[in-house]
Each structure stands twice: as structure tokens, then as C-alpha cells.
């Protein structure tokens, strides 16, 4: 299994970055894919999940209502949409799978290998 992530960059404040997730070697229909990120001396925090079944969607309360997160089973895709972009979001942007959404990253099977961003006041 290959989760692939990428579009991390640096933006300024209140801009927005696309990140996407591309998976291979699963039957991604099948699984839940979720965002997480890791600011310098942080934890690793969940930032965003949808499930496989009807891509119910859930996100952290830190980015509610500016991020959103899709998916396209048809490309193996999930997205993660970030508007109005805070430095406090600068971090190391991972997507991981499992078969259902949660919160904690110990709990993921697959990790994709990680994507900066960087938001610039």
C-alpha cells in the first residue's frame, strides 16, 4: 500500500492550499482516509476524516468551516481544501488510511509520507 501525498508549499495568511492523497495497492472505496499534521515540537494532531460508506466528513474543531476534506474513489483521491490560512497551521501534513474515520493516528494501518506547509504572517 502507497498513500502519496503532495501540494504543500508556502502561502501567506489567509490564502489556501489544495493538498491531495493519492492511494494505490487498496481497495480505496473501502477505506476511510483521514489528514493529519505535526507542528515543530508538537504531537501529531487529526485534522480532518471521511469515511468510506458515505463520505461523512469530520474535521477539528481548530479547522472547522476553512478546511474541507473530499474524496474520489474513482481517482483514489482525498483531498484536503484549506482556506483562510493561520501561521498556527504551518506543519507536516500526513494522510493515512483505515476502515473507519478516527481520531487518534495510532489507530491508521497506511501513512503517506507527509507534505509541508507553511503559512506566513
Known amino acids: 500500500v502507497q498513500l502519496q501525498a503532495s501540494g504543500g508549499g508556502l502561502v501567506q495568511s489567509g490564502g489556501s492550499l489544495r493538498l491531495s492523497c493519492v492511494a494505490s495497492?487498496?481497495?480505496?472505496?473501502?477505506?476511510?482516509m483521514g489528514w493529519f499534521r505535526q507542528a515543530p515540537g508538537k504531537e501529531l494532531e487529526f485534522v480532518a476524516g471521511?469515511?468510506?460508506?458515505?463520505?461523512?466528513?469530520y474535521y477539528a474543531n481548530s479547522v472547522k468551516g476553512r478546511f474541507t476534506i473530499s474524496r474520489d474513489n474513482a481517482e483514489n483521491t482525498v483531498y484536503l481544501q484549506m482556506n483562510s490560512l493561520k501561521p498556527e497551521d504551518t506543519a507536516v501534513y500526513y494522510c493515512?488510511?483505515?476502515?473507519?474515520?478516527?481520531?487518534?493516528?495510532?489507530?491508521?494501518?497506511?501513512w503517506g509520507q507527509g507534505t509541508q506547509v507553511t503559512v506566513s504572517s
Open positions: 493515512a488510511s483505515r476502515r473507519t474515520v478516527n481520531i487518534y493516528p495510532n489507530e491508521y494501518d497506511y
Open positions: 495497492g487498496l481497495t480505496f472505496s473501502n477505506y476511510a
Open positions: 471521511i469515511s468510506w460508506s458515505d463520505s461523512s466528513t
